[in-house]
Every structure is written in structure tokens, then in C-alpha cells.
């Protein structure tokens, strides 16, 4: 299992191919492990952020976070994650 690196500041000028749509459908299908004892905020806006955890789907891991950054912030995702939605036919 590989660990998604996700460096947000950077995310910003990730380009995708894959539309923004079919990329949030893939992750919120994915097994999501929450830690509800953990507070963290938004980076951005400093936010309290009530769900903290990872997301998997047994082959990357990544911040639950993720998503909410991903949907409300023009934001992209690392080329390595987008070649393997390709390659299992999300998109």
C-alpha cells in the first residue's frame, strides 16, 4: 500500500485529465477509517474540521481531509494517483 503524498500548496498547480466529478465519486466510494478523537482545522481558513481519518482502497492511503480540500479548493491530485484511477477505469 502506498501512502498518497499530498502537499497542498503544491496541489495547486496539478492539472488532471480525469473530470473533478468522477474523482470525488471514486473517493467517497472508498472504505474511509475515521478518528473521531482527533481535531484538526482547515489550512486555508482555519476551520475546525470534524472528520479526521484516511481513506484507502488498498492500494493508496490518504487524509479524509483530502476531499473536502479537493471539492471546495482548486486543487489537483498527485499524477501518480491519477495514472492509477486510469488504469482501473475511473474517468
Known amino acids: 500500500m502506498a501512502n498518497l503524498q499530498i502537499n497542498l500548496k503544491t496541489s495547486k498547480s496539478l492539472k488532471n ?10 473517493i467517497k466510494s472508498l472504505d474511509a477509517g475515521y478518528c473521531p478523537m482527533v ?4 489550512i486555508f481558513t482555519g476551520e475546525p474540521i470534524d472528520e479526521a481519518g ?17 471539492e471546495r479548493y482548486d486543487i489537483g491530485i498527485p499524477p501518480e494517483y491519477e495514472e492509477y484511477l486510469k488504469s482501473i477505469g475511473v474517468g
Do not use: S
Open 17 to 26: 485529465t480525469i473530470p473533478k466529478d468522477k474523482i470525488i465519486e471514486h
Open 39 to 42: 481535531r484538526h482545522y482547515d
Open 54 to 70: 484516511i481513506y484507502t482502497d488498498d492500494v493508496f492511503v490518504f487524509p479524509i481531509d483530502f476531499l473536502r480540500y479537493y
